[in-house]
């Protein structure tokens, strides 16, 4: 079985990163409780571009490599990996594939992964929906709630994972929201 796995917000907490870096340069004070919204353009008055830019900072950066991992994913992934195949299907461009990888590798060291990537703020390609039918992944963990809608209504059951800009989301059979990975575990009846 197959199970596909976004990166940001789902293995590493990206955001808490980015927002050091952008509370830094532009001066701000915006918490993580706070981003209500994953476009942080939307929330502030810092153009897409700029946010873009930072963002490409991080992902590009040793910044990445201090970045924390998302409570329980290391345990959780470790058990799934025993029953799945892991897929990570990420939103980031193919322009960070290199440190994107690298640092999976840093982290999952314990079994054997295959990393895609697909459509988000940086380019048009195949939506993670199409992705995952594509590499026939039936399972998907994310936390975009717009990624989440796509992939179930690609016919995948997926887990989208609460945070601060996924509060509100538009419900589908095949989408359960879950607090945390120990939740998803128990979801996919691994015993833990």
């Known amino acids: ?59 590009n950066s040793e910044h990445l490599g201090n970045v924390d991992l998302v409570e329980g994913v290391e345990e959780a992934l470790n058990k799934i990996s025993k029953k799945y195949q892991i897929y990570f299907i990420t939103s980031r461009s193919e322009k960070f594939k290199k440190t994107t990888a690298q640092t999976l590798k840093n982290i999952f060291k314990d079994f054997n992964f295959s990393l895609h990537f697909s459509e988000g703020v940086w380019e048009k390609s195949k939506t993670k929906g199409e992705v995952c039918q594509e590499l026939g992944v039936k399972t998907m963990v994310e936390d975009n709630a717009d990624y989440a809608l796509d992939c179930a209504k690609n016919g995948v059951r997926t887990f989208l994972l609460a945070k601060p800009w996924n509060q509100e989301y538009e419900a589908h059979k095949n989408i359960t929201k879950v607090k945390n990975w120990e939740e998803i575990v128990t979801h996919l009846g691994i015993k833990t």
Do not use: C, P
């Open 1 to 59: 079985m197959k199970i596909g796995v976004d990166v940001d917000e789902v293995v590493v907490e990206f955001f808490r990163k980015y927002l050091e870096l952008f509370n830094q340069r532009f001066k701000k004070k915006m918490t993580f409780e706070e981003m209500v919204n994953y476009r942080i353009w939307d929330l502030t008055d810092i153009s897409k571009e700029e946010s873009l830019i930072l963002a490409h900072e991080v992902h």
